[in-house]
């Protein structure tokens, strides 16, 4: 698990090129229905980083443009292929077919503390704007993040002017995994 508490002193956002053209992509294919997955990185005193996501079917029987849903056995699932990894689930995405980039009552009445929500808005099967948000520790609304986008190569740290290449994946991971 990851210390909630990580929340509070870095409220920013970083993703890849790769997992935020994932996002895009995923929300095109899906419109005029809404995609939704699960943003998969570390998190560490600068924030969170997303390196890759995964896809996630929408579960959801109807009202499928306006909806979302991940079950419990798919976010098991992509948990388990994260910690393998050296990963962790740091929130999910979702797209809004026709709307803002910002969290519906029913996003804020069914996320998670601590956790990212990533919307992005789809304006007639084209991406527009792209924001993360993060609840509220009383639950009111939601904080948007500050959100990067940054250029990783697979799933390793920036390349760094140390002089040294190809070092191990991954930034420190707050505690212990279980
Ligand atoms: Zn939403």
């Known amino acids: 698990m990851i210390d909630p508490l990580f929340a509070k002193i870095s409220p920013t956002i970083a993703l890849t090129h790769t997992a935020l053209h994932k996002i895009k992509v995923h ?8 995609c939704c997955g699960i943003l998969v990185g570390t998190a560490g005193e600068t924030g969170k980083e997303v390196l890759d996501v995964v ?3 929408n579960a959801r029987e109807e009202n499928r443009t306006r909806r979302f849903l991940i079950t419990p056995g798919e976010y098991a699932k992509a948990e388990a292929a994260a910690g393998a990894e050296g990963l962790g689930v740091m929130g999910f995405y979702h ?3 026709d709307h803002p980039a910002t969290p519906s009552q029913f996003d804020l ?4 503390p601590w956790c990212s929500y990533v919307i992005v808005a789809v304006e ?3 991406p527009a704007a792209v924001k993360s948000w993060v609840l509220k520790e009383d639950r009111s609304g939601f904080d948007e993040e500050i959100m990067n986008s940054v250029e990783r190569v697979a799933a390793g740290p920036a390349r760094e002017n140390t002089g040294h290449a190809g070092s191990t994946r991954a930034h420190t991971t707050p505690g212990d995994r279980g």
């Open 55 to 57: 896809r996630i079917g």
């Open 95 to 97: 797209s809004h077919p």
């Open 124 to 126: 007639g099967r084209i």
């Open 109 to 112: 009445e069914h996320a998670w």
């Open 27 to 34: 929300a095109m294919e899906a419109y005029p229905e809404e």
